[in-house]
Nanobody, 127 residues
Framework: QVQLVESGGGLVQAGGSLRLSCAAS????????MGWFRQAPGKERECVGA????????YYPDSVKGRFTISRDNAKNTVYLQMNSLKPEDTANYYC????????????????????WGQGTQVTVSS
């Protein structure tokens, strides 16, 4: 059983940056695809970045492309989300998720394909 714990959220002004971390325990995530998702009040949970097991392939939606970067350090069992040029519309609760799959495809952006989830960390961007 994998436990995921997010950290690094907080309050930042528009244009600022934050780096989220997701520390895994209980099992190695080196053969897991990992994703970052966010959910704002009244909205569906959406993927803002996903990365395959090796870190060689990543997905970003257009809304964050060029601003967010997902990365992983399998030796540390940790995944990161670097968020730059933050906008008020980025305000949400951000969740880390893991899927024990070494393949890659459009499934990586879907919430229901991830088996393990963290509790989330709040990101608030002020204008």
């Amino acid at each position: 059983q994998v436990q995921l714990v997010e950290s690094g959220g907080g309050l930042v002004q528009a244009g600022g940056s934050l780096r989220l971390s997701c520390a895994a325990s209980g099992h190695t995530i080196s053969n897991y695809a990992m994703g970052w998702f966010r959910q704002a009040p009244g909205k569906e949970r959406e993927c803002v970045g996903a990365i395959n097991w090796s870190g060689g392939v990543a997905y970003y939606p257009d809304s964050v492309k060029g601003r967010f970067t997902i990365s992983r350090d399998n030796a540390k069992n940790t995944v990161y989300l670097q968020m730059n040029s933050l906008k008020p519309e980025d305000t949400a609760n951000y969740y880390c998720a893991g899927a024990p799959r070494t393949g890659w495809g459009t499934w990586a952006r879907r919430t229901y394909d991830y088996a393990y989830w963290g509790q989330g960390t709040q990101v608030t961007v002020s204008s």
